[in-house]
């Protein structure tokens, strides 16, 4: 059996997430503990007979790591894209999955389950061929709800409580929070940064509506050896329109743009061109990143200042150029296409005017959501040469991409 998809640590730390893994056979009453072989991708074993019922268990821990500051990387239960807790193999599908409802929040985007006391049973035969299970569990123990209604929009925060100690390797505890943190005004705060992003994007942008929207607090920081603090966050694929799950870094929501460029995935994920499209990170991280900033700072001195600042720590850190319509984006390694392309899209838009910009913008996204068609570089083009700009703009723009 073959795991369905894979994350590349999994290779060389694959018994962090398969834990007490055992695999049983059933027939006629009898239940019997079978050997196997498990590398980390693919799981063998000596079937006693070809009509025996197999049973594989295993904890599971999720593939993404966080680190903190003086200590250890672990692993946090985040469920991501990558995830891979089911197996396969030729001619199968995983018909149900029974999961263990611990103490825990649990969120499951495209499948129908019912929960048994204190397990939950997913049908998995409703998915198409294409489609991954889109799931998160968080432990209740370090999460604490708040949700609030923005218009028609729900939204749910899972923050941390406070003090929290995540287990590592023999018994070890590392605490991440003091135990006060999580303050009425803390709460009062995250409430209202999120309702100011989301009042925004309706009158600048495009509105959201009628949408369940779910954030997830939690430690992804990484530090660097030249001293750079890389916060950020992650939109789920999700196949539902009307659900949105985003897991951010801790204070995100307050201290930076990224938890308003994880909402703005929120509203176009599915509408990106498909992967290795050229146009693809074009428009799912330059313009998030850009459209993310014009939010968070309209002050337009201080967003002035805040691209000039990207600018800069590009040209500081990468001697090549970063060009955005590229096969691969994993050889542009600057972050330039959350450095460099935004800024060159705030003086394209400075060009024609933001307002106008960012108008032609939002007619752009209703008219591909509408249509319900992948975004277009030639209609891009198209309505933004139907609004003024001229050739030689927009050959100075293409010129810089």
């Known amino acids: 059996m073959q795991l369905e998809q894979y994350y590349g640590m999994q290779s060389i730390l694959y018994p962090y997430f398969y834990l007490e893994m055992s695999l049983t056979s059933a027939q006629k009453g009898d239940t019997t503990s ?5 590398d980390g991708f693919s799981l063998s074993c000596v079937l006693p007979s070809r009509s025996c019922t197999l049973k594989l268990s295993y904890l599971y821990t999720s593939d993404y790591f966080s680190r903190a500051d003086d200590g250890p ?34 969120t499951i985007s495209n499948l129908s389950f019912v929960k048994q006391d204190n397990k939950l049973v997913l049908n998995t035969s409703e998915l198409k061929e ?8 968080l432990q209740k123990t370090f999460l604490e709800k708040h949700s609030f209604q923005h218009g028609t929009n729900t939204v749910n925060l899972f923050l941390f409580k406070g003090e929290v100690h995540i287990p590592w390797g023999n018994g070890y505890n590392y605490s991440v929070f003091p ?7 803390l709460i009062d705060q995250s409430v209202t940064e999120v309702k100011n992003a989301l009042k925004t994007l309706d009158k600048q942008i495009f509105p959201l509506e009628n949408m369940e929207i779910n ?23 999700v196949h539902d329109d009307n659900k949105a799950f985003i897991v951010i870094d801790s204070n995100d929501i307050l201290r930076s743009s990224t938890f308003i460029h994880e909402l703005i995935h929120t509203y176009y994920n599915r509408l990106l061109p498909p992967d290795g499209d050229s146009t693809r990170h074009f428009f799912g991280e330059a313009i998030t990143e850009y459209l993310a900033k014009c939010v968070k700072y309209d002050n337009i001195r201080l967003r002035d200042s805040v ?32 450095r460099y392309t935004p800024f060159v899209i705030h ?22 959501k509408q249509n319900n068609t992948s975004f277009s570089f030639k209609r891009f083009e198209e309505l933004m040469k139907e609004n003024d700009v001229t050739d030689k703009q927009w050959n100075w723009f293409i010129k810089r991409l």
């Open 34 to 38: 079978l050997p196997y072989d498990f």
């Open 73 to 106: 990387n672990y692993l946090w239960p985040v469920g991501t894209q990558s995830n891979s807790w089911y197996f396969t193999c030729p001619n199968m599908k995983v018909t149900y999955a029974e999961i263990t409802d611990y103490d825990t929040f649990y």
């Open 130 to 137: 294409d489609e991954d299970i889109i799931f998160i569990f």
């Open 179 to 185: 135990s006060n943190r999580l303050t009425k005004k």
């Open 215 to 237: 954030v997830y607090e939690t430690s992804l920081s990484m530090k660097f050896q030249n001293g750079m603090v890389m916060q950020w966050g992650v939109s789920l694929p």
């Open 307 to 338: 691209f000039n600042e990207d600018i800069i720590g590009h040209c500081l850190s990468s001697s090549e150029p970063y060009k955005i319509f590229i096969d691969s984006i994993s050889s542009n390694n600057t972050l330039g296409e959350y």
């Open 347 to 368: 003086t394209f838009a400075q060009m024609m005017g933001e307002n106008k910009f960012l108008a032609v913008l939002s007619r752009f996204f209703k008219e591909m």
